[in-house]
């Protein structure tokens, strides 16, 4: 059927799909531009902004290179063993909160979001000193324990760099899966139940493959994020030798003099392609599965009787704790009021002082700080704004805005950092911004945009659009209802998808990293540069600390922007009439989503 | 108060029709339901009439004012239009009180302030909530959810009243009192309305007519009734529940009744008077509940004999189906009164009924000669 003749006038085009077009062009500058210009900067001679002329010669170093393909498949497997690890671990320890009666289980989901909201930057170095032979804890303690001359740890190997990136994806993978495993309709365990299973009969026949479709959409982005990660092999893998993809792209730069951006370029593009590749793949395998998980009556649940095996449970969920959290912020915290790494029985203040005395250090917190709230909101703005448009726009464009910030779940930090350096120094007007926290705010909005939808889509999809009809009929203007109804049923998963942006824009380091310097200074990036070039471990620990406080202070703020806001809406929410009727009835269309929204994270 | 006429609607989802050209007129005050199963057209129809969803082709117009036109293309802001709707789900607003909800509507219109309270108190007083105005909407049940619903759409003094099947999301015991309070505050506001249901009790008790959809169309408009006792096609009569549909040959006259053969049967049906339908072939349509049985032979026409089949226990009453002269029959008598007649009925009994000549409805649109009816089935 054609377009209705009387809506070819412009006034109705522009209505139709305005909005849709505004919400692109404010993505096109800062998402899709890059990408473009990474492509350009892969086939030019010189560093971004220094001219150069038109050249291969970048794809051809980087193609005809071995140590590509060597790290492109050391990448794979460290990709698919921390997902199939951490895939387990997460999906167990979610299974056993949600659906057994484990001891201390409402502990959990805390410390995930703990683990989560902690940047990997210090669990790595926790475990890079923690395992350190022999200074690090584990090996003294080993020594006093058994009276060996030297402990067994070494974190700077296979095994070490392996399961610093678990420790981290499981509390990803839990808290992703924690959603799925509470809205499975408890109807179809007890009718596999009184069909005559057993309760493991049920877990593997029922309940697994009903999660599967959310298990295998998690399990893929573990896989693509592993593919892409560089913080963690920089910290871990590199001092003991192992070199991965992401590694060999950033030794293009840091260890190629004059570096080599557009070999740099050229070798993120086969990553890219991968990443595309297996996203395509995962969509299409989605698309042909049914979604029955989710059903609409939530009761109290019968909880698994575990037995004698709630206690294995429980020292699993206890092990994992003492690895994620306990271990490392303990050796960080004694590593900061140490003199010199490893030498115990000595405090000192020393590392504070220095912290406190260093301008550059100064800045950096104060550089952390603004990005983590400017960037955290402009991402949580712009994934209302793309998940609101893209689900009530009715004009032909409304994936656009969409697709533009699935395609940054493709760019690894590293390479975005990379696309957003030729953007920058390339075009005339964007060059005054580099050097600047703006220029890094920007990137870092750009980086965690996808998730902060993530945080915040699943609560727009379940404000029914009746709510919205009821108050156009009302009276009220489109924008009037956007305002007063829309707006204020969303302010909790904006807070949550601020905060959530937050947490991961200030403690990000792929990012930064190739753009933030002495004029704009962030944490993440002074840590490295002092564990890494001046190996200053006590330096690099007391800045942490100083960090998490820094952290510590704004979820202090976040909870009490949680308790008067968010609390508050979600509870009138939640209790808001019997059937379910805010996920609205007729037009509400069954989205083939695979990861769950887990607000909470 | 206002007058509604829709002309030519039509509306296309994807390339399939929900609508396909259908006109509709109500007069001033009238309440009009369009009744129809899922998926015929009568939600976007009635979303059509609020400006929520835009028609490909057609005129909307309600007292002097062009809804939507699309040969003049006028499209009419749902907020301009002036339209009280009540939600299948209520849509009140989860972030305000009962207040807030119901003043919404006065906000947005601009009324002055000192008119907002009474104007509130009063919409709630006619749906019987005015002590529950300061309550979050959470806090109340869903009867009061809809009550308050049915104020909000009220208290802007709209034109016309929209419900989009507003009690189908109500358990049985408010449904009943939730239809009594629509019932009640059209009967003391008279507005025009139209109303979306799928069930035909609230339909035929509502209503000043029921136009029954079927597939973006509608197949039958008139008093309920009319409808309900002259249903004059298939769709309708199987819609409203007639149990036993024959297709039949006409074999002549008896004054106004047609005298109608079903096909492969021996007996012949006596039909209510027609009027002047003519033709060769019908379709008839008999309600359960019109036939009666005995142990005894009725005399006079449409009475058979034949074999009980099955039977189901009702409470009050006792289905049957029979084997008889006429086909496949079922049947719905009062327990008590076969019980009379000496024990209860069992399968494989031989009995005898009668058909009440009224109770035989030709199906006035299926009348036709055989030529053109070719391939209507029996029941």
């Known amino acids: 059927m054609k377009s209705p003749q009387y809506l070819r006038s412009s006034r109705d085009a522009l209505r139709v799909h305005g909005p849709v077009l505004v919400v692109f062009l404010v993505l096109f500058v800062p998402f899709v531009l890059p990408v473009v ?18 050249t291969a010669s970048g794809f051809r170093t980087v193609y005809s290179n071995p140590t590509t393909y060597s790290t492109l498949g050391d990448s794979l497997i460290l990709a698919s063993s921390v997902t199939v690890i951490s895939i387990s671990l997460g999906v167990f320890l979610a299974w056993a909160v949600e659906r057994t009666n484990m001891p201390l289980r409402r502990v959990v989901t805390p410390v995930m979001v703990i683990v989560f909201a902690t940047p990997s930057l210090f669990l790595a170095l926790g475990w890079e000193m923690l395992a350190n032979n022999p200074a690090g804890l584990l090996n003294k303690g080993f020594v006093a324990a058994f009276g060996t001359s030297s402990g067994p740890f070494d974190v700077n190997t296979w095994p070490g760099l392996i399961g610093v990136n678990v420790l981290k994806t499981s509390a990803i993978v839990y808290l992703l899966m924690i959603g799925p495993m509470r809205a499975m309709d408890h109807s179809l365990i007890e009718a596999s139940r009184s069909a005559g299973a057993s309760t493991r009969r049920t877990i593997f026949r029922i309940e697994i493959p009903l999660l599967a479709p959310a298990i295998s959409g998690v399990a ?78 939530q009761r109290a649940s019968s909880r698994v009787d575990l037995g004698g095996w709630r206690w294995l449970c429980l020292g699993v969920a206890v092990l994992y704790t003492l690895a994620a959290l306990v271990l490392p912020v303990g050796q960080i915290l004694i590593g900061s009021f140490q003199p010199v790494f490893g030498v115990y029985g000595h405090w000192t203040l020393e590392n504070f002082r220095y912290v406190a005395s260093t301008p550059e250090l100064r800045h950096a917190i104060a550089n952390t700080f603004e990005i983590g709230v400017v960037a955290g909101f402009c991402a949580a703005l712009l994934a209302v704004a793309i998940s609101y448009v893209q689900r009530r726009s009715t004009s032909k464009l409304r994936r656009l805005p969409e697709i533009s910030v699935w395609m940054i779940l493709a760019l690894p930090g590293l390479v975005l950092s990379l696309a957003m350096v030729w953007a920058y120094l390339s075009i005339p007007g964007l060059k005054n911004l580099y050097d600047t926290v703006a220029m890094l705010i920007i990137s870092l909005v750009v980086y965690v945009t996808p998730v902060a939808m993530r945080a915040s889509e699943g609560a727009i999809v379940q404000i029914s659009t009746e709510l919205e009809d009821a108050a156009r009929v009302s009276g009220a203007s489109g924008v009037r209802t956007f305002v007063s109804i829309v707006m204020r049923l969303i302010a909790p998963s904006f807070v949550a998808a601020w905060l959530v942006g937050g947490f991961l824009a200030a403690g990000n380091l792929d990012v930064p990293l190739l753009m933030s310097g002495p004029n704009n200074p962030t944490l993440p990036v002074e840590v490295y540069n002092l564990y890494s070039s001046t190996a200053n471990f006590a330096g690099a620990a007391a800045v ?26 979600v509870r009138r929410r939640s209790a808001m009439a019997p059937g379910r009727v805010v996920s609205g009835g007729r037009k509400a269309e069954s989205r083939g989503d695979v990861l769950p929204t887990e607000s909470r994270a | ?139 109340l049940s869903g009867g009061q959810q809809q009550r308050v619903a049915l104020a909000r759409a009220l208290v802007g003094e709209p034109q016309l009243l929209l419900f989009d099947e507003p009690l189908s999301n109500l358990d049985a015991a408010l449904r009943a009192s939730v239809r009594s309070e629509i019932q009640s505050v059209h009967s003391r506001l008279e507005r025009t309305s139209v109303y979306v249901t799928h069930d035909q009790v609230e339909a035929l008790t509502l209503s000043d007519r029921v136009a029954v959809m079927n597939a973006g169309r509608i197949e039958q408009i008139g008093s309920p009734r009319e409808v309900y006792s002259s249903p004059r096609s298939r769709f309708v009569a199987e819609f409203l529940g007639y149990e036993n549909i024959f297709s039949g040959e006409v074999c002549g006259r008896e004054g106004d009744r047609l005298v109608v053969r079903p096909s492969g049967s021996a007996g ?29 032979p009725f005399d006079g026409p449409n009475s058979f004999s034949g074999t009980v089949r099955r039977i189901a226990y009702l409470g009050d009453q006792v289905e049957a189906v029979l084997d008889t002269t006429y086909g496949e029959l079922c049947a719905r008598v009062p327990t008590d009164q076969v019980a009379s007649g000496g024990g209860t009925l069992f399968a494989g009994e031989e009995l005898f009924g009668r058909v009440a000549p009224d109770g035989v409805v030709c199906l006035a649109d299926e009348v036709a000669d055989t030529a053109e009816m070719g391939s209507a089935g029996a029941a």
């Open chain 1, 37 to 54: 210009m990474l492509v350009v900067g892969a086939l030019r001679s010189a560093a971004p902004g220094l001219g150069g002329n038109w």
């Open chain 1, 220 to 297: 893929m982005l573990t896989f693509v994020v592993m593919l892409s990660v560089l913080d963690v092999p920089l910290l871990i893998g590199v001092p003991g030798n192992i070199f991965v993809y992401s590694t060999q792209i950033f030794n293009y730069i840091a260890a190629t003099a004059p570096p080599a951006y557009n070999s740099a370029s050229a070798m993120s593009m086969l990553l890219m392609v991968v990443i595309v590749v297996l996203l395509i793949i995962q969509r299409s395998l989605l698309r042909k599965r049914a979604f029955v998980t989710i059903a609409g009556k």
């Open chain 1, 544 to 569: 942490l600390v100083t960090f998490v406080a820094l952290f510590v202070c704004i979820a202090l703020v976040g909870v009490v922007v949680w308790r008067l806001v968010l609390v508050r809406g």
């Open chain 2, 1 to 139: 108060m206002v007058s509604l006429s829709i002309k030519g609607l039509t509306k296309a989802y994807g390339g399939s029709a929900v609508i396909s050209g259908l006109d509709l007129t109500l007069a001033d005050g009238e309440f009009l339901t369009l009744l129809g199963p899922s998926g015929c057209g009568k939600t976007t129809t009635l979303r059509c009439i609020a400006g929520l969803e835009r028609p490909d082709r057609g005129e909307i117009e309600a007292g002097g004012d062009v809804f939507v036109s699309a040969t003049r293309h006028v499209y009419m802001q749902p907020e301009r239009r002036n339209v009280g709707v009540v939600f299948q789900s209520y849509a009140l607003w989860p972030h305000m009180t009962v207040y807030g909800n119901v003043a919404y509507p006065l906000r947005c219109r601009r009324v002055r302030r000192p008119e907002i309270m009474p104007r509130v108190t009063e919409a709630l007083q006619l749906v019987g909530l005015e002590s529950l105005m300061k309550r979050p909407v959470s806090a």
């Open chain 2, 268 to 296: 012949v049906l006596l039909t209510r008077a027609t009027g002047t339908a003519s033709g060769t072939r019908t379709l008839v349509a008999v309600r359960a509940s019109s036939v009666g049985l005995s142990r005894s």
